[in-house]
DNA sequence: ACTTGCTTCTACAGCTACTGTAGATGTTAT
DNA sequence: ATAACATCTACAGTAGCTGTAGAAGCAAGT
């Protein structure tokens, strides 16, 4: 069993984050030593690494709760739990497209750097691409009934 | 120009979101109609629009700053913009590993649901993953079963 | 046993990045 | 001209932490 100090060293997360966590229920209530310290382990240095990872690439919390649904309830019905991770995947793949993007522009700047002037970022235009993920506003013409 | 509704819905951004941004700075106090109304230009959205996305990648406003300075200061010495644009590099990078790592297991998750039962589901341990990020505490110590 | 020093405890205030609401005023359609 | 809606300012509230105060637990050295 660890103590809550070494849960954050492993996790890299604040001590009153991991009470927080606790309070809010997306960790469990922790079980206490005589002196009333919470213990902890192995199992939720992982959980709680998971959570913030997840946090770190952006996800609510409510999101990383429906991810941690499919571990914690590993019988539930299959439609459901495709359900939930479809719906993340989708999320994650677009994440990953929106970053590739970011990346291929930093790169560009790095090297024409390198070279000697930037003089042109285009950093904004990259991520404020409008074809592929804004309102549906000039691409509803596509498909009507 | 634009009224502040427009942008808005062009952005998916709250009106009151793009008001805070001209309060802390990281969108310009826009120029006003006869009737007080803030008025937008096509430069504006986009730089909102870079703003909104980054964000929902995870990134925090002064990360951000950073980013925006990039084209806002495109004459700035070339190695601070360099130090900016590696650092953020680096960053996204590591997003991209961690949410391809995500990917995977969502993917393994929905494949085996198809055929029937989930039952192991190991969304945790590919986002927990102690072996790439984590404190380098048992690093060494992993050579043992 | 006592003291020093660190950790953990609860409770609560403060922070970032929004989001919602109230009440007044501007703008547009009928 | 009047209704309906958009925008204005100002301020309160929310999510997700983060910091601080003050008390209590615990481990090491004397």
Not at 107 to 126: A, H, L, P, W, Y
């Given at each position: 069993m660890y103590t809550i100090g070494h849960v954050a060293r492993a996790t890299d997360c604040k001590v009153q984050t991991i009470r927080y966590y606790e309070q809010i229920g997306i960790l469990p209530q922790a079980p206490r030593s005589e002196g009333n310290r919470r213990l902890y382990a192995q199992a939720d240095i992982d959980r709680l690494a998971f959570i913030r990872h997840a946090r770190e690439l952006g996800f609510p919390l409510d999101s990383i709760r429906d991810l941690l649904s499919l571990s914690d309830n590993p019988d539930q019905p299959c439609d459901a739990a495709d359900a939930i991770a479809c719906r993340q995947l989708d999320q994650v793949n677009r994440r990953i497209e929106r970053l590739n993007a970011l990346k291929r522009e930093l790169e560009r700047m790095i090297k024409q750097c390198r070279g000697?002037?930037?003089?042109?970022?285009?950093v904004i235009e990259v991520l404020s691409d409008?074809?592929?993920?804004?309102?549906?506003d000039h691409q509803m013409a596509e498909a009507s009934p």
């Amino acid at each position: 069993m660890y103590t809550i100090g070494h849960v954050a060293r492993a996790t890299d997360c604040k001590v009153q984050t991991i009470r927080y966590y606790e309070q809010i229920g997306i960790l469990p209530q922790a079980p206490r030593s005589e002196g009333n310290r919470r213990l902890y382990a192995q199992a939720d240095i992982d959980r709680l690494a998971f959570i913030r990872h997840a946090r770190e690439l952006g996800f609510p919390l409510d999101s990383i709760r429906d991810l941690l649904s499919l571990s914690d309830n590993p019988d539930q019905p299959c439609d459901a739990a495709d359900a939930i991770a479809c719906r993340q995947l989708d999320q994650v793949n677009r994440r990953i497209e929106r970053l590739n993007a970011l990346k291929r522009e930093l790169e560009r700047m790095i090297k024409q750097c390198r070279g000697g002037k930037i003089s042109d970022c285009r950093v904004i235009e990259v991520l404020s691409d409008h074809g592929q993920c804004l309102k549906d506003d000039h691409q509803m013409a596509e498909a009507s009934p």
